[in-house]
């Protein structure tokens, strides 16, 4: 399995990517009720090992719901929930902004209030869309989905996406794509010009062979194991393309 990760990490840096955006779920699993935390840091050393491989790239990530661990021996435990996963994964918090040229990519978190935001991270947010200068276009990453086509048959939406759709109308002219994971297929939805991008996982079915549901081997039913490359223009328009990586 790290072997797979790498081999995919040295195949986008062949084409002269600008820097990395991980949508979360690092580590296979540290919600699982029976985690230690032995169990935890080995994943977690993985993840480290792994990474190596990205050297002198600036790589942004986002906590998906598999990286925290619920299970520790209380809430004030040091490894408990998101904020160690946020540490782990090298994010200056559970949810962040950076801006680059004329773009804003905000990271947000929907795993401390029942996959939404929690108050002070939506306060935080409409101050980011609010403070973002004209002509400044907005990419916003978040591991579940705000508004996916699968959520029909594969569950984790937003359950706030009404309201964050409103926020993203409010600024209609700045949000230009909604990034997420989680669901492991790939889709694409499109409302009020903002593009929504649901784009697979790495890991396909989470490295395995699939199962009587998986279309081929490494598939996740119809979705292949992959990774987008995205072009970012500075008129706001953007190009989300997904790559089939072939273990």
């Not at 779920?25 to 840091?41: G, N, P, Q, W």
């Not at 508004?147 to 706030?160: A, I, P, S, Y």
């Not at 079915?205 to 081997?217: R, Y």
């Amino acid at each position: 399995m790290p072997e797979r990760f790498v081999k995919c990490l040295e195949e986008i840096k062949k084409k002269k990517v600008d820097f990395f955006l991980n949508g979360g779920d690092s580590i296979h699993a540290a919600d699982y009720k029976d985690i230690t935390r032995e169990r935890v840091l080995e994943q977690w050393k993985c993840w480290d090992e792994c990474m190596k491989a990205l050297k002198g790239y600036e790589v942004y990530s986002c906590v998906g719901n598999h990286d925290n661990w619920w299970a520790a021996p209380s809430k004030d435990d040091a490894m408990y929930g998101v904020s160690y996963a946020a540490e782990r994964a090298g994010m200056p918090h559970r949810y962040y902004s950076i801006d680059k040229k004329n773009w804003r990519f905000i990271i947000l978190d929907g795993n401390n209030n029942g996959i939404s935001l929690d108050n002070e991270q939506f306060q935080w947010l409409q101050h980011q869309l609010e403070s973002a200068p004209a002509g400044m276009h907005v990419l916003l990453m978040s591991h579940f989905p705000i508004l996916t086509v699968t959520n029909t048959w594969e569950g984790g939406q937003h359950k706030d996406h009404k309201e964050l759709k409103q926020l993203f109308y409010k600024h209609k002219d700045k949000v230009r794509v909604c990034l997420s994971g989680h669901q492991h297929l790939l889709d694409r939805a499109w409302y009020n010009d903002v593009d929504y991008f649901c784009n697979g996982a790495m890991s396909g079915f989470w490295w395995g062979k699939g199962n009587e549901k998986s279309a081929a081997p490494y598939y996740y039913q119809e979705t292949p194991p992959g990774y987008a490359l995205l072009k970012l223009y500075a008129d706001g328009r953007v190009a989300n393309e997904y790559v089939v990586h072939h273990y």
